[in-house]
């Protein structure tokens, strides 16, 4: 089955430090994955994609086949970081359907 | 240029009532998708479009729920006979065509209330 597993519902950590939300897939084909982010009182937006292997915001995501995962990394975090994150993935190979992990809430203190 | 947008905003009904939840895509975006968005859950995925027609319909719960695109534009999403596991944010995106990587452009949503 498709499944978008992101098993921290909340994390938080300090201002500087590093940052890790996880993200694991369950996917027959080859999928496209992507990182949405939203804050607050704005709307779901793209964070990046693996196929761009892009650095946004400071934030780098590198798609793991082996251990299918698409875990998000920022070497220091800000308080403007603090937001909901989704890890999402799509068919590759002409499937319409996104499947959306539950999306993990990182606050980052000052 | 306007972003996805969504009407109405907040929506309070009856149980039993239909809901109709509009849908305005970037102007040109071919694709156009909605999501559901339930409390503490993640984004289900209801519906395609792909122009005017649906080729993927497998996340609607159920045949209460239907949609559909006119002119390669607006969508609406009808709940027919609403129950309150309805109630929560309904999401619609677009984006420029299926192609697999392209970014899907979020309206603000619609937040269904089902009392």
């Known amino acids: 089955a498709q499944r978008v597993t992101q098993p921290e519902k909340l994390l938080s950590v300090f201002k500087g430090a590093p940052v890790e939300l996880k993200c694991n897939y369950s996917y027959s084909g080859s999928p496209e994955l992507f990182w949405y982010v939203q804050y607050s009182r704005q709307r779901l937006q793209l964070l990046l994609r693996?196929?761009s292997r892009e650095s946004i915001k400071g934030f780098t995501a590198d798609l793991n086949k082996g251990e299918t995962s698409f875990h998000l990394k920022k070497p220091f975090a800000q308080e403007e970081d603090s937001a909901m994150y989704y890890c999402?993935?799509?068919?590759?190979?002409?499937?319409?359907?996104?499947?959306f992990g539950a999306g993990t809430r990182l606050f980052v203190k000052a | 240029g306007a972003g996805v947008s969504q009407s109405p905003s907040n929506k309070v009904t009856e149980k039993g009532k239909d809901v109709e939840l509009r849908c305005d895509p970037i102007?040109?975006?071919?694709?156009l998708y909605w999501y559901r968005q339930s409390l503490g859950q993640g984004l289900e995925f209801l519906i395609y479009f792909q122009g005017n027609s649906a080729p993927d319909k497998s996340g609607l719960p159920s045949d209460r729920f239907s949609a559909e695109r006119t002119g390669g534009s607006v969508s609406t999403l009808t709940i027919q006979r609403t129950q309150q596991e309805d109630s929560a944010v309904y999401l619609c995106?677009?984006?420029?065509?299926?192609?697999?990587?392209?970014?899907?452009?979020f309206g603000p949503g619609t937040r269904l209330t089902v009392l």
């Open positions: 995106a677009s984006s420029a065509d299926r192609a697999s990587y392209n970014e899907q452009f």
């Open positions: 102007s040109g975006h071919t694709a």
């Open positions: 693996h196929i």
């Open positions: 999402a993935l799509k068919s590759s190979t002409g499937g319409f359907k996104t499947i």
